[in-house]
């Protein structure tokens, strides 16, 4: 079984349109993590939840927003998606609330707006 | 925050000792010093992290300078799969106040 499973695992659309990505953990972990990945492969965390309540809220557009259902899912949804937001979109879980220590990643989801 | 630096690429020989420096000079002294790697087309994997003292798991060993201002990762036996993206990352947190701080990374390249 996969531990973190992210969908779709290549999205592409067209600028103004609104898309989500989902994620799952199967590890039990607490918390709950989305990164962007860009074109020069600098990875810079966005979100991150920690049973279900949102803990890290980093610099990023409105148009991006979290949903956590329950702690084993945490979604991403972003509106009116623009040429900038073109990247990988990694989700990952770790164990402690404020621990970075051994977080596991998805295989990541790459978004391709046109 | 404090930065961190790290050489854009490495090479290595296969079954060969590998050394990954980080440099970190302005790490202050509640700063974790984790590692992670990213294989081509994956998400970043953990491999090791330290605070003061040199550490070692079964993936590597980290060396951490007394000053704590650069650390190296050593892979003992470098393999094809070792080829990746590795990164090295400052992390701090204190209740709600955290600092994550991502390197460029070194890209390893082990020919066979």
């Known amino acids: 079984d996969t531990a973190v499973s992210q969908t779709p695992k290549y999205l592409v659309t067209q600028m103004g349109n609104d898309k989500s990505i989902k994620c799952e953990q199967n590890l039990g972990h607490d918390t709950m993590y989305w990164y962007k990945q860009d074109s020069k492969k600098f990875l810079k965390i966005m979100f991150s939840y920690n049973n279900k309540e949102l803990i890290i809220n980093e610099t990023v557009p409105n148009r991006f927003s979290p949903k956590s259902p329950d702690k084993a899912h945490l979604n991403l949804h972003i509106n009116s998606l623009e040429l900038g937001d073109s990247a990988v979109y990694f989700c990952a879980s770790s164990q402690d609330k404020w621990s970075f220590t051994e977080a596991f990643f998805g295989q990541g989801t790459r978004l391709t707006v046109v | 925050d404090a930065k961190t630096t790290q050489p854009n690429s490495m090479e290595s020989n296969e079954e060969e000792p590998v050394h990954l420096p980080c440099n970190h000079s302005t790490i202050s002294g509640t700063d974790y010093i984790h590692w992670y790697r990213q294989l081509p087309s994956q998400g970043p994997e953990y491999v090791i992290h330290?605070?003061?003292s040199n550490v070692n798991n079964r993936m590597a060993s980290l060396a951490i300078a007394e000053d704590r201002k650069s650390s190296t990762l050593i892979l003992h036996r470098a393999t094809l799969r070792d080829a990746a993206v590795y990164y090295c990352i400052l992390y701090y947190s204190g209740g709600s106040n955290y600092k994550l701080t991502f390197g460029k990374g070194t890209l390893l390249t082990v020919n066979p």
């Open positions: 330290g605070l003061t």
